[in-house]
């Protein structure tokens, strides 16, 4: 249900645009956010976004990653500007249908729809 993009290979200090986007499913009144899982280690949250636009961003991506949704596109955006090694992982998208509640990073369990991932590569 959820479609992840934009993924791909850059070098450090570049910039990646990843979409998340649904042909079944309307964001527009859900919290959205992105997860990210490197080899070897857990998933962890990087961004996510409320229905009223409200965000939140893990301490090793804030001033570096904006989240932004387009509700004309149906669409959640991670823009990733000045990425570093330690930002390579497979990029998940994932939705919290509760209605007229934040966003949060800490629990993944209230995500209850995801994508399958797209990779995100930093490396020289």
């Known amino acids: 249900q959820l479609v992840e993009s934009g993924g791909g290979w850059v070098q450090p200090g570049g910039s990646l645009r990843l979409s998340c986007t649904s042909i079944d499913l309307s964001l527009n009144f859900y919290q959205v956010a992105w997860f990210r899982q490197a080899p070897g280690k857990e998933r962890e949250g990087v961004s996510c976004?409320?229905?009223?636009?409200?965000?939140s961003y893990a301490d090793s991506v804030k001033g570096r990653f904006t989240i932004s949704r387009d509700n004309s596109k149906n669409t959640i955006y991670l823009q990733m500007n000045s990425l570093k090694p330690e930002d390579t992982a497979v990029y998940y998208c994932?939705?919290?249908?509760?209605?007229?509640?934040?966003?949060?990073?800490?629990?993944?369990?209230?995500?209850?729809?995801w994508g399958r991932g797209t990779q995100v590569t930093a490396s020289s």
């Open positions: 976004i409320s229905s009223s636009k409200d965000a």
């Open positions: 994932a939705v919290d249908r509760k209605l007229f509640t934040q966003c949060a990073l800490s629990d993944e369990s209230a995500y209850d729809i």
